[in-house]
């Protein structure tokens, strides 16, 4: 089942420096699936290793009897990449910052 298509925006960001912001706007769909959306399954496994990832994922199937996986249609994307994107001016206003013009 397909539900519900909006207008999203969504931001996906890096946590350590030099940062990476990819930024989505679009038209999401939800879609309503039994059991364990195969997608989660193998970012478990991705994340715990392959064992401990299938047992997760036997965990969670056994609590919940189905999940959603939202799409996103992009329509804008962009990508702020700090380290390739701005490195001079990053060093310039780095530099500022610690009294060296």
Not at 5 to 32: F, H, N
Not at 72 to 96: C, H, N, T, Y
Request: overall charge negative; aromatic content about 10%; hydrophobic content about 45%.
């Amino acid at each position: 089942d397909v539900l519900n298509c909006a207008k999203v925006a969504m931001t996906i960001d890096s946590m350590t420096w030099p940062y990476k912001v990819l930024t989505i706007r679009g038209t999401a769909q939800v879609e309503i699936v039994d059991g364990i959306v195969p997608e989660y399954a193998l970012a478990a496994e991705r994340y715990f290793g392959v064992e401990q990832g299938r047992g997760w994922s036997q965990q969670v199937s056994a609590m919940f009897s189905q999940m959603a996986r939202i799409v996103i249609q992009p329509e804008w994307v962009s990508l702020l990449d700090f380290e390739q994107r701005f490195p001079q001016e990053i060093a310039s206003a780095m530099a500022r910052m610690q009294g060296n013009p």
